[in-house]
């Protein structure tokens, strides 16, 4: 029997910079910008969640329709390393664990 995984994940977008760095015999690819730390914060918010997967607002809002009927507002949560709030999205199936929520576009 294999333990139960307990990762979390924190959704963001915007422009970012993704390729190899470091000398050519010990390349390592990594992604660097500001969505990336966003996602990594609301990764650390999403671990106290019940669902595990947290979303920035403004990410959903740029979303399809289809995709933005799948997320609900979550909190405004100050994120580590932030001078302003982030408002959250939560998956719908999620909303039934927490008091009544605004729309998205509030």
């Known amino acids: 029997e294999l ?10 977008a915007g422009r970012a910079v993704a390729g190899n760095v470091g000398h050519e015999r010990r390349f390592e690819y990594t992604v660097i910008g500001d969505p990336v730390n966003e996602a990594a914060r ?8 019940p669902g595990r997967l947290v979303a920035s ?12 009927a799948r997320w609900q507002p979550g909190d405004d949560v100050l994120l580590r390393g932030r ?6 999205a939560i998956p719908v199936d ?5 008091p009544q929520r605004r729309s998205l576009s509030s």
């Open 83 to 88: 001078q302003s709030v982030t408002r959250t």
């Open 57 to 68: 607002s403004t990410t959903i809002e740029r979303a399809s329709a289809a995709e933005q």
């Open 94 to 98: 999620e909303t039934e664990n927490y």
């Open 3 to 12: 333990p139960e995984c307990q990762a979390a994940a924190g959704v963001a």
């Open 42 to 49: 609301l990764a650390e918010v999403a671990k106290a969640l």
